[in-house]
């Protein structure tokens, strides 16, 4: 079975410009998270869908956004970039039933590394 | 607020040696609590998860980790470390709804010496 897959693996933008990251879950997983990991911050968590749905949110501002596909796919989008949106950009997808927690394990993806400069 | 706490920044261990991580959380309800860890230039691998039931739960690679309600922890541990464990140790609690928000702590990096 196929791992996470993240495209591109590495960007470079500059500010202001916006980006836009891929995710394909593994095959049957329904639920994709997305996470940013910088060596200030750690691993913070910025959304999750499912369904196509956004369920659950983390604590950042609204210029990263997110969406999936009926086929779970995800992209996340980050726009007018700043210097601080320089980060590891993590998705990771799990089998997830609805509000119920079962082995709820997150597969992660190799990560998106973005530069902006 | 929820909060996953790795005390110790960098650690390192001789190989054979055995080997604690630290991990504290704080979270309203039960618990969701999972160690990752994360190599160089990689992703994260999942190393071990406890959801419920048996408090002492085994992983992959030889790690093993407790949880301990009264004392908030979710301890990680192997018994003779490897050169190969050297990476960087996360903890993290799941939140939000069916916990798929994961909260982690700042990690642990592990140096082993020889």
């Known amino acids: 079975k196929a791992g996470v897959t993240q495209t591109p693996r590495y960007l470079i933008k500059t500010r202001g410009q916006q980006v836009t990251l891929s995710c394909s879950p593994i095959?049957?997983?329904?639920?994709v998270s997305w996470y940013q990991q910088t060596p200030g911050q750690g691993l913070q968590f910025l959304f999750e869908y499912f369904s196509e749905t956004q369920r659950n949110k983390g604590n950042f501002p609204g210029r990263f956004s997110g969406r999936q596909f009926s086929n779970s796919r995800s992209e996340m989008n980050v726009s007018t970039l700043e210097l601080g949106d320089s980060a590891l950009y993590l998705c990771a997808s799990s089998t997830r039933a609805w509000d119920r927690v079962l082995s709820n394990e997150q597969f992660f993806g190799p990560g998106t590394r973005l530069t902006v400069l | 607020a929820q909060s996953v706490t790795q005390p110790d920044i960098h650690i390192t261990v001789s190989e054979g040696a055995s080997l604690e991580l630290r991990c504290n959380y704080s979270?309203?309800?039960?618990?969701?609590l999972f160690w990752y860890v994360q190599s160089p230039g990689q992703g994260l691998q999942l190393l071990l998860k406890y959801f419920s039931g048996d408090t002492l739960v085994q992983g992959i690679k030889g790690f093993e980790a407790e949880f301990k309600r009264s004392q908030s922890s979710f301890n990680l541990r192997k018994p003779s470390v490897h050169w190969s464990d050297a990476a960087e140790y996360f903890c993290?609690?799941?939140?939000?709804?069916?916990?798929?928000?994961?909260?982690f702590g700042k990690g642990t990096t592990l140096s082993v010496s020889s």
């Open positions: 095959s049957g997983h329904r639920s």
């Open positions: 979270y309203g309800a039960t618990p969701y």
């Open positions: 993290a609690v799941g939140a939000g709804q069916a916990g798929t928000a994961l909260i």
